[in-house]
Antibody, heavy 119, light 109 residues
Framework: QVQLQESGPGLVKPSETLSLTCTVSGDSMQNYYWFWIRKSPGKGLEWIGT???????KFNPSLKSRVSMSIDTSKNHYSLKLRSVTAADTAIYYC?????????????WGQGALVTVSS | QSALTQPASVPGSAGQSISISCTGTTSDVGGYSLVSWYQQHPGTAPKLMIY???KRPSGVSHRFSASKSGNTASLTISGLQADDEADYFC??????????FGGGTKVTV
């Protein structure tokens, strides 16, 4: 059974960097696209970025200047960093696997990590 | 890149059929056969219901179906059940390796 689990600080101060890791178990990370998606209070889902097993990345244009992602397939995890956070970045952050190589067939999701930006 | 437009809420009654719309542009919904739909119950992770416009993953009830016309995709739930009460999100490929979600629709039964 494939499982994804987000981990990282639940509280980040304004202007600092949000860091989350998604640990994947039950399958290899090869040949999949790996997503970060968030849901802000009272809002819909927002695509943050995508990383392939090769390390190639794609980011939401609205967040591109502040986002970075990395992947370590040998350790079965990938990570998200979001710099210079504000209260608007408060959200539940999800990691998810796309088994359709970019067609957004997100078949497995983490349970979500609530990150609050506050001093 | 703008969010896809969904109605905020769609009410229904048990046994009824409802449809949820998801409107985009020729740069996303209308430009590719890559719309997917997700169901999310409170406090849980989203669940894939439809991918590639109208394909149902194994294990998803046949009561869920989807279609698309031009820049608008639609999810139909037939024989509405209490457990169908949830938020539903559409998502589309938007070209150049970018993806865009809808604002979500709350279905009440």
């Amino acid at each position: 059974q494939v499982q994804l689990q987000e981990s990282g600080p639940g509280l980040v101060k304004p202007s600092e960097t949000l860091s989350l890791t998604c640990t994947v178990s039950g399958d290899s990370m090869q040949n999949y696209y790996w997503f970060w998606i968030r849901k802000s209070p009272g809002k819909g889902l927002e695509w943050i970025g995508t990383i392939l097993d090769s390390g190639r990345t794609k980011f939401n244009p609205s967040l591109k200047s502040r986002v970075s992602m990395s992947i370590d397939t040998s350790k079965n995890h990938y990570s998200l960093k979001l710099r210079s956070v504000t209260a608007a970045d408060t959200a539940i952050y999800y990691c998810a696997r796309d088994q359709g190589a970019g067609n957004l067939e997100l078949d497995y999701w983490g349970q979500g990590a609530l990150v609050t930006v506050s001093s | 890149q703008s969010a896809l437009t969904q109605p905020a809420s769609v009410p229904g009654s048990a046994g009824q059929s409802i449809s949820i719309s998801c409107t985009g542009t020729t740069s996303d919904v209308g430009g590719y056969s890559l719309v997917s739909w997700y169901q999310q119950h409170p406090g849980t992770a989203p669940k894939l219901m439809i991918y590639e416009d109208n394909k149902r993953p194994s294990g998803v009830s046949h009561r869920f179906s989807a279609s698309k016309s031009g820049n608008t995709a639609s999810l139909t739930i037939s024989g509405l059940q209490a457990d169908d009460e949830a938020d539903y999100f559409c998502c589309s490929y938007a070209g150049s390796d970018t993806w865009v979600f809808g604002g979500g629709t709350k279905v009440t039964v």
